[in-house]
């Protein structure tokens, strides 16, 4: 991994060098990598039984006789909430992944990867993975700082000042803490209808401010510039987007 990071610096050097980074807006995108463990392989975090054990007990609870796998299908068929959360639920084989569910509808256990781009130059500037179920509006700023220690760390001294992104980074506390800490946000704005601001005066101030920003003309062009050039790193690297 140390390895890595010094190449990673090396790469980010030399684009520098030859005066090929911008840097100063970036895009932020994510998508979900499949892990490379089962959901068959999930235990009970607080009892260690498999799915099979903790559906027999569910049964016997209810007073049904289990006698064979079919049986025990059967009834796990029928029975309701069959809700399988990350509180409650952990792979043996890999214990940092996540259950989550991937784009094409599947539950899956996974990890997330996130890019943070130069929307100029096209370079990536950081490449975080993340828990699965870590929100977006969680990972975005972490992103965004580890992009800017990369560029520190390649000898590039200029802040990133403006951060793109799409409508699943948006709310009201992510926008405020991304303008508190010096930036500008082009961040979608999904439609949640009239909103409340009592006693929210800053978060209004920068959601505005946002919402202001990606109505105009170059905004419109950033937020599609993204949706572009974070698709192709994904697509070179984990071949989906």
């Known amino acids: 991994f140390e390895v890595y990071e010094q190449v990673f610096a090396f790469v980010l050097s ?42 027999r007990r569910l049964a016997e609870a209810e007073g049904i006789e289990i006698k064979t796998d079919e049986d025990l299908r059967k009834y796990d068929k029928k029975r309701k909430n069959k809700t399988v959360s990350n509180e409650e639920w952990t792979s043996p084989a890999d214990p940092d992944s996540r259950i989550a569910k991937m784009k094409d509808g599947r539950t899956h256990l996974a990890y997330k990867a996130e890019h943070t781009v130069d929307l100029e130059s096209e370079f990536i500037l950081d490449a975080s993975v993340y828990h699965a179920d870590e929100g977006d509006g969680e990972t975005l700023l972490k992103s965004v700082t580890s992009a800017q220690e990369n560029l520190e760390e390649a000898g590039v001294y200029r802040d990133i000042e403006e951060v793109v992104a799409d409508k699943g980074y948006h709310s009201k506390r992510v926008v405020r803490t ?61 071949e989906t987007g």
């Not at 909103?195 to 062009?221: C, F, L, M, S, T």
């Open 14 to 55: 030399l684009a520098e060098e030859h005066k090929l980074l911008s840097n100063k807006t970036v895009g932020v995108d994510a998508t979900t990598l499949e892990a490379n463990a089962a959901m068959k392989s999930i235990v009970r975090r607080e009892t260690g039984e498999d799915w099979k054990e903790y559906v």
């Open 178 to 238: 991304l303008t508190e800490a010096g930036l500008r946000t082009y961040i979608s704005e999904p439609e949640r209808g009239r909103q409340r601001w009592e006693d929210q005066p800053k978060e209004q101030k920068a959601v505005y401010g946002n919402r202001r920003r990606i109505r105009g003309h170059r905004g419109k062009r950033l937020l599609r510039s993204r949706g572009e050039l974070l698709e192709r790193p994904f697509a070179h690297c984990y």
